[in-house]
């Protein structure tokens, strides 16, 4: 019985194209935008960078893709209770003095 192409997961029907790198990243991507989208903003920016670091000079179209997921998260709102968020604006403005 042949299994629908629409229905395989995105490593696997990449992998049938000769892609494995692009699917990787396919994974990497929703991995790091649900992280994001979880209030681990900070901590998913984090693994972008190093992710896009990594590949910046061996997979430039990878990094550019990474790249685009960093500018996503840093659109993300910050959690309120991030640790973080005591340096806010007014932790600059001299107002407790």
Known sequence: MERDPAHTDPV??????????????????????????AGRADQASRLAAGAWSAMRHSDPAIAEKINGTMHYLARLPDPVDTPHSDHSVRAFTHEGD
Do not use: I, M, Q
């Not at 049938?16 to 992280?35: H, M, N, P």
């Open 12 to 37: 696997e029907r990449t992998h049938d194209a000769g892609s494995t790198s692009d699917a990787l990243t396919k994974v990497l991507v929703r991995a790091l935008r649900a992280l994001g989208e």
